[in-house]
Every structure is written in C-alpha cells, then in structure tokens.
C-alpha cells in the first residue's frame, strides 16, 4: 500500500509542484504496516485477507463498513468519484457523493489510526 500511496503523491507533484516540500514530507514518513502485521497477529474471522475490511471488525468491532451511507469501499469510491466529476452530475447529486466520500475516508483514516 505504501508504494500505490507514494505514486501518487508523486502525481500530485507533477500537478502542485508549489508543495513539493510538504507533499514529500508526507511521502518519507509512509511506513507499510503490512509485513509487522503478518508476523505478529491473524485472526480466523480475516479467512486469510489482509484488506482493512476483513481486519477492522476483528481489531475494532465497533467500526463498521457496512454502516455507511452510499460509499463503502474503495471501488465504491472510484465510481463515486467518476459520477461527481461528470458533466451531467447535478449540483445535488456531487454534494451528496462528496458527503459520502468524506465520511468514508474519516472512517478509513480512523480505522488505519485505530489498527
């Protein structure tokens, strides 16, 4: 996950070169949990999945996916993102799709902190 988070950033540059500093601030303090995870902890209820939805109820039960409005996952959020930005997406509709995309990346950040 580091090195997809990393690439892009690394867009954003090409992008906002003017934040160069802090958008390469935030790449040199990624840091994948990934292998420290594998080594010290699995629980059957992950039946073999690393994916944050399969280990977020077994570590935080209290954090729920499936108790979102709309957006639940990531590919979820792609297709959101791609109605929001279309021409014919009314006013209405993208704010609510950005509502929804904000709650579920406040829900994703918390999981990560809470993981």
Known sequence: MTSF???IIREQLECFPQYETELTAIIDRLV???PLARAH?????Q???WSIKKVLPVICSDLNYSELEGVQDGNMAMVSF???IHP???PERK???YQELDKYCQLN???MVRI
């Open 5 to 7: 988070t990393s690439h």
């Open 32 to 34: 994948d949990l990934l």
């Open 41 to 45: 902890y699995y629980h059957p209820s």
């Open 47 to 49: 039946q073999g999945s």
């Open 82 to 84: 791609q109605e929001a």
């Open 88 to 90: 014919d997406c009314t």
């Open 95 to 97: 704010d609510e799709i």
């Open 109 to 111: 950040t918390l999981a």
